[in-house]
């Protein structure tokens, strides 16, 4: 498994103990004792946690350490636990154009709008958003629906018009999935 790391912003007794429990836990420790190294450090960085006393306004990925003394040992249980919750919200959203896609609870969003979607509308974007060419209804139908290729139906059509009408009721964006001459596009 790979490190993780933890950012810890101003807190320098707490960096000196960690500092030196690092080569016996699975993270890497990281001191920040201003906004500039945090900035600085969590740029560079991948798979990382923001340790702090109170909140950052507009950081993620931040535990609040302000319940202590704490056990070393459930200290690292709840570090562990934040960083399967930040992985598993980061794996979970999708960012297409100017879009959001949240796959947990199907959602497409944009600024503060959003619009629900059924199971085979996120399948759709999702497919569509992964192919840099149009992808023609054949594949759709194999690859979305599992139907095989020869069949006559225009499953892929009405959901797809559907689709759009719904884009276009909730963000007046009527160019979201495009038509193309061998297919349907994101763009």
Do not use: C
């Not at 709840?78 to 794996?91: A, D, G, T, V």
């Not at 095989?148 to 139906?153: I, K, P, R, S, Y």
């Amino acid at each position: 498994m790979d490190k993780q790391n933890l950012i810890i912003f101003k807190l320098n007794s707490f960096y000196n103990i960690m500092k030196e429990l690092e080569e016996n836990l699975n993270f890497k420790i990281f001191k920040a004792s201003n906004e500039k190294i945090l900035n600085t450090t969590k740029d560079n960085l991948k798979n990382y946690l923001i340790i702090t006393s109170k909140k950052i306004n507009y950081k993620n990925n931040q535990f609040i350490l302000d319940k202590t003394p704490i056990k070393i040992s459930k200290l690292i249980e709840r570090l562990n636990i934040q960083f399967l919750k930040f992985n598993f919200l980061e794996k979970s959203e999708l960012k297409i154009g100017r879009y959001k896609i949240n796959l947990n609870s199907r959602e497409l969003i944009f600024k503060n709008n959003s619009l629900k979607l059924t199971e085979k509308e996120t399948n759709i974007i999702t497919f569509l958003s992964k192919s840099n060419n149009a992808v023609g209804v054949d594949q759709l139908q194999s690859q979305v629906w599992q139907y095989h290729a020869n069949l006559e139906t225009h499953t892929v059509e009405t959901h797809i018009y559907r689709l759009r009408k719904k884009i276009l009721n909730t963000f007046n964006d009527n160019d979201f999935i495009l038509s193309k001459k061998n297919g349907y596009q994101i763009k």
